[in-house]
């Protein structure tokens, strides 16, 4: 029962007891308020130990909003994109205007604060200025995924972890920081002698949240949450149609150990469409509904979460004019998030929701594909340079924005998989259309080619077809420079004459195969060696002995003149 209620009844009892001084009547009267009165203690007192409750007949309301990069934006956004959402008129911009100075929770992209951090002196001002804005900010702030990826749909593909960037050493340029003397980033302590940015560095922020999770809405199935829970989250954001409980929609609750907050989808719903509301009479109408919802909304124990339209620009909507029209209602509360995460939880059980089957298979795609990446890096002199700049690539193909988008997901996870195609070429065999062996013990010339920006090292490995070759060395080392070929030399020893198919293969330090075999036919002349070089013996005497004569004759002929 609200308070406005209990305050009426307790009125109405009062004035009874005035008008009717009877002794039952007297009695009775005094005893149904004071039984109402207990009852209505009680229920405060219930409402304050769920931590956030009803404070004179409002709705209390925490809305939770992502600050994240447009969808099929890169994992590293480069300077010259990065001053344009910075700009004045710039989508984070817009979106860090649009929660400054209000009672909203930010989940925050840290691939935003990457890229400003990793370009150093070459940051734009615009950027750096954004950055210190976004460092003042008072709202309950939270980390997002990178590149606000989509933290389940990794995991149903088969991932045993939420992912997240490896390193970010492959886009270090040390000319653009000024080490023996450069500040900190925004947010971040100053060090007393600043080294070359880290992966721990460029991400940190001083969050007002830790260890929470948001995943997209209705995704969310229980090994999800096992695998949220061993990658160091304490708490996940689900949507209440993911969550069965008499009290869902509410606030915290506990499934299987695991704790949750949990939005108001009805409330949500209202929410966005106020947004998203095309003209003033739309809006106003959203803006009624949304002012019912709420009013119907149990909000016995804890605070109501509403979001918006994670797939869209929600900034770009009518943000302010929802903001203000919920701050002016005096049946609602603006509160934190923060609260709501305080209040103790109640025990709920997951309805599972995981993603479509097509998602989730071209997904296992990809991770297929970074795996062997992974492997292909053992033969770079530094793989964390491939590695790293893979995976915040595959980080930003799965934004929640992107996934969102039918038409526009499956184009970005072609060009991941072509650019992995790609790169698992980029040391190989060049291809010769043959070789003619004459002597019984030669070495064969192997040309591989690297176009890789940094050193490689192959192991060549010839296998023949048949036994007319065998192979002395079954192990070539070769090192290639960058974007450069190189010729290994492995020696055989010819047993017959013929034609002989060889299979080349190139492995890593790891033995891990390089690249697609290449098949080389070999014509083997064995014995021709000798009679070659007595011939060319010969013609060398005769070229010699003609030369000596054609001398003498020309000394006779002078001294007989």
Request: net charge neutral; proline share 5%.
């Amino acid at each position: 029962m609200r308070l406005s209620q209990l305050n009426r009844l307790v009125v109405m009892l009062a004035d009874r007891y005035i008008a009717r001084r009877s002794g039952l009547r007297v009695g009775l009267g005094v005893a149904l308020a004071a039984c109402i009165l207990i009852a209505g203690f009680g229920t405060v007192a219930d409402t304050a130990a769920g931590a956030t409750s009803v404070a004179g007949g409002t709705t209390q309301l925490a809305i939770v909003v992502p600050l994240v990069l447009p969808a099929g934006t890169t994992g590293l956004v480069p300077a010259a994109i990065l001053a344009e959402y910075t700009s004045a008129s710039g989508i984070l911009t817009r979106e860090l205007d649009a929660v400054l100075g209000r009672n909203v929770a930010v989940g925050i992209d840290p691939a935003i604060l990457a890229s400003i951090r990793i370009l150093g002196d070459a940051a734009p001002p615009s950027a750096l200025a954004w950055l210190d804005r976004l460092a003042t900010a008072k709202n309950d702030t939270f980390a997002l995924g990178y590149s606000d990826s989509d933290l389940t749909l990794a995991t149903q593909a088969g991932s045993a972890e939420v992912l997240a960037p490896r390193t970010f050493g492959f886009a270090v340029d040390v000319a653009r920081f000024d080490v023996g003397g450069a500040g900190a980033s925004p947010g971040v302590a100053t060090p007393t002698k600043p080294p070359l940015p880290t992966t721990s560095s460029l991400l940190a922020w001083p969050y007002t949240i830790n260890g929470l999770a948001w995943p997209r809405e209705n995704t969310v199935v229980a090994r999800d949450l096992a695998t949220i829970s061993s990658s160091g989250f304490t708490t996940t954001l689900l949507s209440s149609a993911n969550v069965r409980s008499e009290l869902a929609g509410i606030g915290p609750v506990d499934i299987d150990g695991h704790r949750a907050i949990v939005t108001d989808d009805a409330v949500s719903v209202a929410y966005r469409a106020a947004l998203n509301a095309s003209s003033d009479a739309s809006w106003q109408a959203a803006v009624t509904r949304l002012r019912e919802v709420l009013g119907k909304a149990d909000i016995r124990y804890s605070t109501v979460v509403a979001t918006p339209d994670r797939s869209s620009s929600w900034a770009d909507g009518r943000f302010a004019q929802t903001m203000d029209a919920l701050s002016s209602d005096s049946g609602v509360a603006e509160t934190l998030l923060s609260v709501a995460l305080s209040a103790p939880p109640t025990a709920a059980l997951l309805v599972a929701m995981p993603h479509t089957a097509a998602t989730v298979a071209g997904t296992e795609q990809l991770l297929a594909a970074e795996a062997a990446e992974s492997e292909f890096a053992t033969v770079a002199a530094d793989p964390t340079v491939i590695t790293g700049a893979r995976r915040v690539a595959l980080l930003a193909v799965l934004s929640n924005q992107a996934v969102a988008q039918e038409a526009l997901w499956p184009g970005l996870a072609a060009g991941y998989l072509a650019q992995s195609t790609k790169l698992l070429a980029s040391v190989a065999v060049v291809s010769t259309s043959g070789v003619n062996l004459f002597a019984d013990r030669a070495s064969l010339p192997i040309t591989v080619s690297n176009s890789l920006n940094q050193a490689v090292t192959v192991f060549i490995t010839v296998r023949p077809d048949t036994g007319l070759l065998t192979v002395e060395d079954s192990r070539v080392r070769l090192d290639i420079e960058p974007n450069s070929q190189g010729k290994g030399l492995v020696p055989l020893q010819a047993i017959s004459n013929g034609t002989v198919r060889v299979t080349v293969h190139l492995e890593s330090t790891t033995r891990v195969a390089v690249g697609a075999p290449a098949r080389i036919p070999i014509n083997v002349q064995a014995g021709w060696e000798t009679p070659i070089v007595v011939i060319m013996a010969g013609l060398v005497i005769l070229l010699f002995a003609g030369g000596l004569t054609r001398s003498i004759y020309r000394r006779r002929r002078a001294a007989r003149e």
